[in-house]
């Protein structure tokens, strides 16, 4: 969960970096080398992903059969006919093409060496000019960006569908790898924004960032909430509006209990509050403000991740033993709560300092850049 | 390439260099140029030849559509070949192609206007006129198919004694709603953008009608510094109010079909998907509509090829999220294990259908792809044939999703056919009618370019251009197309 936490985080990065050269943007050059930075963590990322690949290759600890269902499917096993472990049975055998353990790890291979050379390619670049100045490289990356861009949706859509919608192999939807990108993106901005903001309060590149980039990021940060309630919604409306039994499990098991209250709590603190709090000006201008917002945002887009992630994970520990009762269910949810705290530290610690590694080792802003004089001169009028 | 940017009498901007901003419009262009130039459009004597046959050609067809109309009232919805299963057919397929179309404008004035895209000055004004006139098509076609029209009111949320309410849990009612205040607002934001551009055309009028006429729909313009920060104001509020419509538009008309539990139409990625095609089509529309009008009238030099450029990008973009789309959809289709989803998709690629299914995807899919070379993006037959495909495409992906569902769902002993009668076509062809002349008029009367607007993105605006401000209507003018030939 933490994982795909960070892996959204760099992706937004990604995109951004490689949006801002598709379309020859000027006013955000100042804040690209902070995308490219966190961006450049997926090297790292692609290090942090070997527990959960490595687990799903060798289906080794047994629990990873709990995490990823599928992995635990076994195509000759007997099941008594007409039941609902007949047809997952069934359905399982036909996605056995897609959902074995080979072919998931030549994915993700696949998806972080695309993404690392991406990265090497748009942020290696970028570094080159501070020294060399050379505009070619910006017509370079600006030539590449629009199959990098295509490059980049497919990877990320599979690598959401991989990682997340496989939690449930018996659901799908369409519209999944839409979803991740959108949170990824409302994750990126808000710590794009709270770099900037915090980078700007430490003293470093204050001549360079202003308060119009605070704007701007602000703005890309609201729009991206509102995109994803967009998403989320359509997922959501369309599928209990048919009640199609195979697609309403995945919100069934979110709407009952304490889960209730979470996707409430999810509706109301990833976009409804942000929404009214940040649609007008003088917010996304306020340096202080925008930095309760953004850091808000990342907490609530972590828990976009843990909504996606927990449900199943809880499913499989009670299927698992039916006959846990209440205080030991509880004492799991306490473990688990500790265990998700722990790990996002460690994951995201280790994602910070590689961030920060990132940071020190390029200058803060691409300073030979083409455009960086209207990035300079750049006022949202 | 000599000083003002022609190469062989052709005003060339497409050329990229890091370092500097190409120019929008010509560098040496006066403010009265641009004036000049937008206004001759509307006030020269008589419009070009070519104006009057097309003029000629859509009220033709408008009258078919009236012809055509009267005949369906008068004898009944059985002229139309549906039937059960395919109860919508061309129809509503008529219906989404022109809601799709309505939406390049918004995003032009709005989306565009919001990510600071100052290309989208040269084409908005017309592209917005495009989206209106698209709408008008698109809500005749649910108003006409119900059958019973004169219940139509009906749709309308209006108290009566009997205490009868349209269904609120339809997304069809949706529709009304959604369409209807969208075309409000693309209507309010196309006038009120145009003001400050009747205000110049009254300020020229020769006429008495013409200056009543523009004088009336200028609301008292002057042009003062309080009308400016007014106008400038009410025109980002509106442009931020339409940037979620054009979300939201096809989003619910996309939920007329997702809703459902149809194989092949309830999926959860139909409102982006929806969206996404909705501007590609429309793009499509703004480049088979601008290509001709900037030859016609010797606009050339205000859309540029840059412009033409970037609306190719456009389209290549949202063509790219269509085509993903379709692939997402394929690839759910199969990993679902929905025995009547993989059906449903592999009906369309072979059964009876598959005409129109790859008449889809080489128009939209394939066809595109040649914009990813630029030579294609920068020459003007490819260009042109490349957005005739598109729009013939994206009609046949309505056509595809709507029919090919309907006509074969989950009981084989309800599947069926469907092929279109006589008066179904001729309505077709004569909702273009209606489109075609309502845009030609808006060519003659009103003014096709955003002249203000342009005027912003021009150096001169900013103080750097060297004549910014020495312009003397009295003066005889040198017009630029005309020098054309002795570059």
Same mark, same amino acid.
């Given at each position: ?381 | 390439?000599?000083? @003002? ?54 009220? @033709? ?48 004035? +709005?989306?565009? *206007? ?28 649910? &108003? ?106 096809? @989003? ?27 501007? *590609? ?11 001709? +009008?900037?030859?016609?009238? &010797? ?36 990993? @679902? ?97 209606? *489109? ?28 750097? &251009? ?22």
């Amino acid at each position: 969960m933490s994982f795909c936490f960070c892996l959204s985080l760099s992706l937004g990065g990604l995109f951004f970096t490689i949006l801002q050269h598709l379309t020859r943007a000027g006013w955000s050059v100042v804040v690209r080398r902070v995308a490219e930075n966190v961006a450049g963590v997926l090297p790292v990322l692609a290090v942090l992903s070997l527990p959960i690949v490595v687990a799903v290759a060798a289906g080794w600890p047994d629990s990873i059969k709990d995490v990823y269902e599928w992995r635990g499917f076994d195509p000759a096993a007997h099941v008594a006919e007409a039941t609902p472990a007949a047809t997952a049975h069934h359905l399982l055998l036909k996605k056995q093409a897609f959902l074995n353990p080979t072919f998931f790890t030549i994915r993700i291979a696949g998806y972080f060496i695309i993404w690392w050379w991406l990265v090497g390619f748009f942020r290696g670049n970028s570094i080159r000019q501070d020294e060399t100045g050379d505009p070619g490289l910006t017509s370079a990356m600006q030539s590449r960006s629009a199959l990098s861009m295509v490059l980049f949706a497919l990877t990320t859509t599979f690598a959401a569908v991989d990682f997340l919608m496989t939690l449930d192999p018996l659901w799908f939807s369409t519209i999944f790898g839409v979803y991740f990108f959108s949170g990824g993106n409302v994750g990126f901005f808000s710590l794009l924004a709270l770099t900037m903001c915090l980078l700007h309060r430490a003293g470093r590149a204050q001549k360079a960032l202003s308060i119009e980039h605070f704007h701007d990021v602000g703005k890309l940060m609201f729009a991206f909430i509102v995109f994803w309630a967009y998403i989320g919604f359509s997922q959501y409306m369309l599928i209990w509006y048919a009640n199609l039994p195979e697609e309403t499990g995945w919100y069934l098991i979110r709407q009952e209990g304490s889960w209730k209250l979470m996707s409430l709590f999810l509706l109301l603190g990833h976009f409804v509050a942000p929404f009214l709090a940040l649609v007008s000006r003088w917010p996304k201008r306020d340096p202080s403000t925008l930095i309760a917002a953004a850091a808000w945002m990342l907490l609530m887009h972590w828990f976009d991740m843990f909504w996606l992630v927990f449900p199943h994970a809880e499913q499989s520990v009670v299927s698992a033993d039916p006959r846990l009762d209440t205080i030991h269910a509880a004492a799991l949810v306490w473990t688990d709560g500790l265990q998700c705290v722990t790990c996002l530290l460690g994951v995201g610690g280790i994602f910070v300092w590689k961030m920060a590694r990132n940071m020190a080792s390029a200058s803060l802003i691409p300073t030979r850049d083409p455009r960086l004089h209207e990035s300079l001169a750049f006022e949202n009028i | 390439m000599d000083i @003002s940017g022609r190469v062989n009498g052709e005003f060339d901007n497409t050329w990229d260099d890091p370092q500097k901003r190409s120019p929008l419009v010509p560098e040496h262009y006066k403010f009265g140029d641009v004036t000049e130039q937008v206004c001759g459009v509307t006030e020269a004597w008589r419009p070009p030849k070519a104006w009057y046959v097309a003029f000629a050609i859509s009220v @033709s067809l408008l009258g078919l559509l009236g012809a055509m109309i009267v005949y369906l009232f008068f004898t009944g919805v059985g002229v139309w070949n549906l039937n059960n299963p395919v109860g919508w057919g061309f129809d509503i397929t008529n219906f989404v192609v022109w809601v799709g179309i309505g939406h390049a404008g918004t995003l032009i004035s +709005a989306i565009l *206007f919001l990510f600071r895209q100052k290309w989208r000055t040269a084409i908005n004004r017309f592209a917005e006129a495009m989206t209106i006139f698209a709408v008008i098509c698109a809500l005749l076609f649910p &108003g006409i198919h119900v059958g019973r029209v004169w219940l139509a009111y009906w749709m309308g949320p209006l108290p009566n004694q009997m205490a009868m309410w349209p269904n609120f849990r339809s997304p069809l009612l949706w529709d009304v709603f959604a369409v209807g205040t969208y075309f409000t607002v693309s209507a309010l934001f196309w006038y009120c953008g145009m003001i400050p551009d009747i205000a110049t055309l009254r300020d020229r009028a020769k006429g008495p009608i013409r200056r009543f006429a523009y004088g009336v729909l200028s609301l008292g313009w002057t042009g003062a510094a309080r009308h400016w920060h007014r106008f400038e104001r009410a025109y980002l509020v509106l442009a931020a109010l339409s940037t979620p419509l054009v979300l939201s538009v096809h @989003s619910v008309v996309s939920f007329d079909f997702a809703t459902s539990v149809l194989p092949g139409w309830h999926t959860t990625i139909f409102p982006p998907y929806f969206v996404a095609g909705a501007i *590609f089509g429309g793009f499509a529309m703004v480049l088979t509509l601008a290509i001709p +009008a900037r030859q016609l009238w &010797g606009l050339k030099e205000i859309i540029t090829a840059r412009h033409l450029e970037n609306m190719c990008k456009i389209i290549l973009a949202t063509g790219s999220m269509v085509g993903y789309a379709y692939g997402m959809e394929f690839f759910i289709a199969w990993y @679902s294990g929905n025995p009547y989803e993989s059906f449903t998709f592999l009906a369309r690629a072979k059964g009876p259908f598959a005409w129109a299914y790859w008449t889809m995807i080489s128009c939209n899919v394939l066809a595109p792809q040649l914009f990813w070379f630029r030579a294609c993006r920068r020459s003007i037959p490819i260009m042109f044939f490349v957005a005739m495909c598109v729009n013939v495409g994206m009609w046949f992906e309505r056509f595809v999703i709507i029919v090919t569902s309907l006509s074969s769902d989950y009981l084989p002993a309800n599947w069926g056919g469907y092929r279109p009668s006589w008066v179904e076509i001729c309505t077709l062809l004569g909702s273009i009618g209606l *489109f075609m002349t309502l845009f030609l008029l808006f060519i003659r009367f009103l003014p096709v370019i955003a002249m203000a607007e342009i005027k912003t993105v021009m150096p001169a605006a900013h103080g750097t &251009g060297a004549h910014a401000f020495d312009y003397n209507p009295d003066e005889p003018k040198e017009h630029p197309q005309v020098s054309e030939g002795r570059q």
